[in-house]
């Protein structure tokens, strides 16, 4: 067993790496800080490098934060959204040694009997497991997902770790509650361990998207998965940043926006669900341009009523009504808001929604920027806390998340795309009645009890 290996598997080996966690992100905060406001300068590009390794290192959700910020431009400096990027799908991986052991205890220990080869090296390595390839006794070729060991309990010290990072924002801010943001990051995590649950939501999509010939879905080789294991078919492509390297004309990359748009918000408004992970490493790009979806484990079904919030939000925004902008904030959960507080959401709703609301083909980095939207947000924040603060609904946490991940993807391929009228021919007929029926279909035929959703 490799030095890495006994770290991971060895309580101790694991109090280490927090440790070393603390001391990077801690670090950063400080000597940031200290940049700001002392005028100390600091070796970013090494300290990035530090925080990169610690964070591939833990795994857990500390690392999809990460990942997060890495893709939202001008989140950060540009030396640390280099080395965090780094984290999309190529994190430190488990030796050989310790990939058998893991493999043996899912499939028996005759499992090398069930393929006609695995590759030893992962092909990618990301928060929670990492993905080997592989291919069948039939000759498919397989994309293997074997999760990292003890990850239950590396997400419960992750999640104790954030709610004392709440608790502590929250006595020197009360600008935004953030119970109900620890509720859903809690859930949604705790449904990513799940393999099955993944490979029901794999069935979901395929159900969904099967009339979308432009985004391709993995099929799940059942008799290969297990709880902790998830075997797929293997799907062709690149990364976006690859195939942006090779310099791809307007028309492509207006082609696979497009396209991407298609995978994310079809399901959403036809189905009430959403993909809730659109980082880079969570799908490719094919030769024809078509885009495949690789990791479904951060799948999450809206109640109606949420999805229609969304849509009269837009209407609200489109004609300055500021009536109907309560009703929508009323259907996505918030309460007791009077009209200071509608006032001020609608600040931020206006940037999300800039795109949507303009009659144009002009690039999102011409109307929404990341350094606009610190502008927007600390402005936000500083009227949330004259007025006492608010608590956005749990649902909200993942489609702002969602929403603000595609965009920045849209930013970096520098699409011109007239998204105003794509949405609108997406909304035109929508029927409440219909999602709702569409989405008690759709999650029975995947094997989804929606009735238990938080």
């Given at each position: ?281 969570n799908y490719s790009i094919t030769k024809n341009e078509n885009i495949n979806l690789l990791d479904f484990g951060s799948i999450r079904f ?79 924040h500083q009227e949330l806390r004259k007025v006492g603060g608010v608590e956005p609904p749990r649902e909200f946490v993942l489609m702002d ?54």
């Amino acid at each position: 067993m490799s030095e890495t290996d006994t770290e991971k598997s060895n309580p101790i080996g694991r109090l280490k790496r927090y440790a070393n966690v603390t001391s990077a992100v801690g670090g950063l905060a400080a000597r940031m800080a200290g940049e700001r406001y002392l005028g100390i300068k600091i070796d970013r590009e090494n300290h990035a490098k530090v925080l990169t390794e610690a964070l591939g290192g833990l795994k857990g959700p500390l690392m999809k934060v990460a990942q997060i910020l890495s893709t939202i431009p001008d989140a950060l400096p540009p030396e640390y959204r280099e080395e965090l990027s780094k984290l999309q799908a190529d994190a430190p991986s488990m030796g050989w040694l310790f990939v058998k052991r893991r493999m043996a205890t899912e499939l028996g220990l005759d499992w090398q009997k069930k393929f006609k080869s695995f590759e030893k090296q992962s092909c990618s390595a990301a928060s929670l497991g990492q993905v080997h390839k592989a291919i069948s006794l039939d000759q498919k070729i397989l994309a293997c997902k074997l999760q990292y060991p003890d990850m239950q309990s590396a997400i419960e010290a992750d999640l104790k770790q954030l709610k004392l990072g709440f608790t502590l924002y929250e006595r020197a801010d009360k600008a935004i509650s953030t119970k109900s943001i620890h509720k859903e990051l809690s859930a949604r995590l705790s449904e990513e361990l799940d393999y099955n649950r993944e490979a029901s939501n794999i069935k979901l999509y395929s159900s969904i998207l099967d009339s979308e010939s432009s985004v391709n879905v993995p099929e799940v080789i059942e008799d290969l998965s297990t709880k902790r294991l998830l075997t797929m078919t293997w799907l062709q492509g690149e990364k976006l940043t690859q195939w942006l390297e090779q310099d791809p004309n307007l028309k492509s990359r207006n082609n696979v926006a497009i396209n991407m748009f298609k995978a994310w918000y079809t399901p959403f408004y036809f189905y009430g669900v959403i993909h809730g992970d659109p980082h880079l490493g969570n799908y490719s790009i094919t030769k024809n341009e078509n885009i495949n979806l690789l990791d479904f484990g951060s799948i999450r079904f809206f109640n109606p009523t949420f999805v229609e919030g969304v849509i009269v939000l837009y209407k609200a925004l489109k004609t300055k009504n500021s009536k109907l902008a309560e009703e929508a904030y009323f259907k996505w959960g918030f309460g007791n808001l009077n009209k200071e507080m509608i006032e001020i959401l609608s600040l931020w709703a206006e940037f999300l929604y800039a795109p949507l609301l303009n009659d144009s083909s002009e690039p999102i980095s011409q109307l929404r920027d990341g350094s606009e939207g610190r502008k927007v947000a600390a402005k936000v924040h500083q009227e949330l806390r004259k007025v006492g603060g608010v608590e956005p609904p749990r649902e909200f946490v993942l489609m702002d998340r969602a929403a603000i991940g595609l965009g920045s993807v849209f930013m970096r391929l520098k699409a011109e795309v007239n998204w105003h009228r794509i949405f609108e021919d997406m909304i035109e007929n929508f029927d409440i009645k219909k999602l709702t029926n569409k989405q008690v279909n759709i999650s029975k035929e995947a094997g989804i009890n929606i009735d238990t959703l938080d």
